[in-house]
Structure formats: structure tokens, C-alpha cells
């Protein structure tokens, strides 16, 4: 199991994606493409396209379906496929953040090597094998990882964090509909394991990951509160929201606790 490095070059834990699954998700992925160009060439057919012009079509129609069907289902089902999602994965940067357009592009290209240049497949099988982080040359060009879909495995949470004393107003500020599954894991890693770092990391780290989560929740409280009971809020508040089914009684975390040491600032 690789982590997500963040910026100040802390890895928080999250399970990447091994070679079955991956492979399953391609075939998957690949069957979907093969329907899509059945019922495309059917289409074509139906409308009564003119011989001059069905081969043009036609070619059309494949490059659209190779290149463009990974891309924009990227792009629009946040880093997966249909295979990955029926498998349970998802591509992320390697700082954890969703993949973009620019990356689904790289992405696709990296794959055009990995699946369909000979040896078919192999290429790509053997450099998720060959590399720390299980990743193809997709990957490596376009600096993603695929990942164990968080949705799909509901991310437990084994720990509940609780607002801080004092903060339960400041914390109803914070609506945590925006933050994604991803953003919760990397912070809820981070505070999990922020002992483990020296004090300036651990402010670094802190104020990093509350900049970046004020910046998608649109709150401008990160500044009136210090950094880890800004993400302490924010979590709880997310806990809260998506995990009431599990939420004990008392709401106390049951191995962490909320003080922030003077010497992490």
C-alpha cells in the first residue's frame, strides 16, 4: 500500500489499485467500447449513411470511441470508468486531488500505449507491477494513481473527531456538501498521523489542507481558528452529515484526542 504525498512531502495512507483489478476494470471498459461501436455502426446503417462517406464515418466513430469514451468518462464520473466504477476504483492525482482534463487526456494517450501497442496489454501490466505506486504509463505522463474508490468501500470511519471545545457555533458555519470522498480521506489521515511529524510539518501540513478545504467549501473562517481545529471542525462536520448511522452517543473520538500542542504553533 502507497500513499498520497502532499506537498510538504508527508504520505498518508490509501490503497492503490493492484494488477486484477485493474485488468478486470480494462476488460470491462473494453466491452463497453465494443457495444458502443456495434450500436454506432448500427446507427449508421439505420440512417442510410451514402458509401462515399461511411468509411470516414466509420473511422470517426472508432477514435471517438477509443480515445474519447475513457476521457470523458473521467472527466465526468471524477476519475472513473464504467469498469472501474463496477470494480470499485478511481484515478487521482498524487497529491489526492480529482483528476482534471488535462489528465484524462494524458491518461488516454499513456494508454493508447499500454493496451494497444504489442505486446497488447503487457506493456502496461508490467509497469504496474514494476512500479511503487502500481502505475502505468498513463500514470507516470499525467502524475495520477488509481485508487480503492472510497465511495465504493464507504470509508468506515473507525474514529470520530469531535469539535473542538468552545468551536460548535464556528464549526455550524461550515456546510462540507462540496468536500469529496478523497479530500476527507487525506485529512482524516493527516490527523490520524500528524503526531508522527515535527511541529513545523505538522503546522505546514495543518495549514495547507485548511487553505485548500476553505478554498472548495467557500468559508472564510480558516483564518479566526488555528489550522488542525479548522480541519477538526471540518471533518466532524462531514462525519456528521454522511456517517449519522454510526455516530456514537457521546461523539468522542476513540483514539485521538482534539488539543493542539503550543509547540505545533
Known amino acids: 500500500m502507497e500513499g498520497i504525498v502532499t506537498p510538504e512531502a508527508v504520505v498518508l495512507d490509501v490503497e492503490t489499485a493492484g494488477v486484477a483489478s485493474r485488468v478486470f476494470a480494462g476488460m470491462l471498459d473494453l466491452l463497453v467500447q465494443i457495444g458502443l461501436l456495434m450500436v454506432g455502426g448500427m446507427l449508421l446503417t439505420i440512417i442510410g449513411v451514402i458509401s462515399s462517406s461511411s468509411v470516414t464515418l466509420n473511422i470517426i466513430l472508432f477514435a471517438f470511441v477509443l480515445m474519447g469514451y475513457p476521457v470523458l468518462s473521467e472527466v465526468l464520473m471524477r476519475g472513473r470508468t464504467i469498469g472501474k466504477?463496477?470494480?470499485?476504483l478511481r484515478a487521482v492525482t498524487l497529491e489526492g486531488a480529482p483528476i482534471r482534463l488535462r489528465h484524462a487526456l494524458l491518461r488516454m494517450m499513456g494508454g493508447l500505449v499500454?493496451?494497444?501497442?504489442?505486446?497488447l496489454g503487457v506493456t502496461g501490466m508490467l509497469f504496474v507491477l514494476g512500479t511503487s505506486r502500481?502505475?502505468?504509463?498513463?500514470d507516470l505522463i499525467s502524475g495520477t494513481i488509481v485508487i480503492r474508490d472510497p465511495d465504493r468501500t464507504l470509508l468506515p470511519p473507525a474514529v470520530w473527531f469531535p469539535v473542538p471545545p468552545g468551536l460548535d457555533a464556528f464549526?455550524?458555519?461550515?456546510?462540507?456538501t462540496a468536500m469529496t470522498d478523497e479530500q476527507y480521506t487525506v485529512i482524516r489521515s493527516f490527523l490520524m498521523?500528524?503526531?508522527?511529524?515535527s511541529a513545523d510539518a505538522r503546522y505546514g501540513v495543518a495549514a495547507d489542507l485548511a487553505g485548500r478545504i476553505a478554498a472548495v467549501l467557500h468559508h472564510d473562517g480558516v483564518s479566526r481558528v488555528h489550522p488542525e481545529a479548522y480541519l477538526l471542525c471540518v471533518i466532524s462536520r462531514y462525519q456528521r452529515r454522511n456517517f449519522p448511522q454510526y455516530q456514537p452517543a457521546a461523539w468522542q473520538a476513540s483514539?485521538?484526542?482534539?488539543?493542539?500542542?503550543?509547540?505545533?504553533r
Do not use: F, K, M
Request: aromatic content about 6%; cysteine-free.
Open 85 to 88: 466504477r463496477a470494480v470499485g
Open 114 to 119: 499500454d493496451r494497444y501497442l504489442p505486446p
Open 134 to 138: 502500481h502505475q502505468r504509463v498513463g
Open 171 to 176: 464549526a455550524a458555519t461550515i456546510d462540507p
Open 193 to 197: 498521523r500528524n503526531r508522527q511529524l
Open 255 to 264: 483514539a485521538w484526542q482534539t488539543t493542539t500542542p503550543a509547540a505545533a
